[in-house]
T-cell receptor, first 114, second 115 residues
Framework: DAGVTQSPTHLIKTRGQQVTLRCSPKSGHDTVSWYQQALGQGPQFIFQYYEEEERQRGNFPDRFSGHQFPNYSSELNVNALLLGDSALYLC?????????????FGDGTRLSIL | AQSVTQPDIHITVSEGASLELRCNYSYGATPYLFWYVQSPGQGLQLLLKYFSGDTLVQGIKGFEAEFKRSQSSFNLRKPSVHWSDAAEYFCAVSPRDTGRRALTFGSGTRLQVQP
């Protein structure tokens, strides 16, 4: 049973570019959340998707957007990249039906902005 | 707004010694509480969680944590540390509202284990 998978593993971009990160949730999970983890910090919540809609959003600018597909997989898009966007981006999945179950995390995508 | 404080940025213990990592939270009501561990270059692995009931919860890898409502604390403990426990540990909370389960994390405690 595959857990949460994220792609790519690493990515290098330059300022001003756009990037798309991808996440496949754990089998049986229908909810996907995205987190940004800067070096030396704890993860910060970006947003959560359920039923192909953004259900909850953290304190991130509109440059950060997402999408969820009918198969529950998700994308995180970041436009007009800034140096400060360099971070590990973590995807977590969970089941809305079993709301007392914790989120499962992928290994993340390491994004470096030059 | 909710917040999580992990007062110890870095802790070093000897292999075989006991361990306690501190976590305090600020929240309107008792949230769900979690401890996650992160090895270098890896994602987060859940060690244990507290939702309700017994305030002493057991997790994987021999870890346990105790919820103390009066102190708004959820400290992680292990009686005997192994070298493989060296990692970053994060305490996290989330609200109990269905559909609003965003995790708020502390800044982490880096554990170093001396032989």
């Amino acid at each position: 049973d595959a857990g949460v998978t994220q792609s790519p593993t690493h990515l290098i971009k330059t300022r001003g570019q756009q990037v798309t990160l991808r996440c496949s949730p754990k089998s049986g999970h229908d909810t996907v959340s995205w987190y940004q983890q800067a070096l030396g910090q704890g993860p910060q919540f970006i947003f959560q998707y359920y039923e192909e809609e953004e259900r909850q959003r953290g304190n991130f600018p509109d440059r950060f957007s997402g999408h969820q597909f009918p198969n529950y997989s998700s994308e995180l898009n970041v436009n007009a990249l800034l140096l400060g966007d360099s971070a590990l981006y973590l995807c977590a999945s969970s089941s809305d039906r079993y709301s007392n179950q914790p989120q499962h995390f992928g290994d993340g995508t390491r994004l470096s902005i030059l | 707004a909710q917040s999580v404080t992990q007062p110890d940025i870095h802790i070093t213990v000897s292999e075989g010694a006991s361990l306690e990592l501190r976590c305090n939270y600020s929240y309107g009501a008792t949230p769900y509480l979690f401890w996650y561990v992160q090895s270098p270059g890896q994602g987060l692995q859940l060690l244990l969680k507290y939702f309700s009931g017994d305030t002493l919860v057991q997790g994987i890898k021999g870890f346990e944590a105790e919820f103390k409502r009066s102190q708004s604390s959820f400290n992680l403990r292990k009686p005997s540390v192994h070298w493989s426990d060296a990692a970053e540990y994060f305490c996290a909370v989330s609200p109990r509202d269905t559909g609003r389960r965003a995790l708020t994390f502390g800044s982490g405690t880096r554990l170093q284990v001396q032989p």
